[in-house]
């Protein structure tokens, strides 16, 4: 990852419904030059390293919520994650933790924006709510465009 201007990182478990949605985002997204992405499982500890040296991180989950399918873009470079999306996690020390150990040791990338799908469903083996698996194209090609914008930014102050 050390040569990547840009980091995808797609956070969840396959296995657990809605907690899917990071992992498939990431895996809809086409690597190009100076883009990697990667999944993870949403351990705070592996998360601090992967966005350790990082100049642009992109970060995916599923998120608690109340109205599944819904999208959020938050830039974690400005501000703590809200604890409403982010409070309870199914990684137990997970995303949002991760990114503020990263802060509190002077380690958070420039650029870290943490794309989130609210979900409704989180149990093992069950299917995917109907509302997220609809969001899926939609944030890819969201995150797809930043991805691009980045790369330009990139090419620019290079």
């Not at 840009?6 to 956070?11: F, R």
């Not at 966005?51 to 995916?60: C, D, Q, S, T």
């Not at 919520?65 to 020390?93: C, I, K, M, N, Y």
């Amino acid at each position: 990852m050390a040569n990547a201007a840009v980091v995808v990182i797609g956070v969840g478990n396959a296995l657990r419904a809605d907690d899917a949605a990071g992992v498939l985002v990431a895996r809809r997204l086409r690597p190009s030059p100076g883009v990697e992405i990667c999944e993870q499982s949403g351990e705070a500890t592996a998360l601090l390293e992967a966005l350790r040296g990082r100049a642009a991180v992109l970060v995916v989950d599923a998120a608690a919520g109340a109205e599944p399918g819904r999208l959020h873009r938050l830039d974690a470079s400005a501000q703590p994650l809200p604890q409403r999306l982010f409070g309870s996690s199914t990684h137990g020390f997970g995303v949002a933790e991760g990114i503020e150990l990263a802060r509190a040791l002077g380690v958070l990338p420039p650029v870290c924006i943490v794309y989130a799908v609210e979900g409704g469903r989180f149990e093992t083996g069950a299917p995917m709510s109907e509302a997220v698996v609809c969001a899926l194209p939609v944030l890819a090609e969201r995150m797809t465009k930043e991805i691009e914008t980045l790369r330009h930014a990139e090419t620019r102050d290079a």
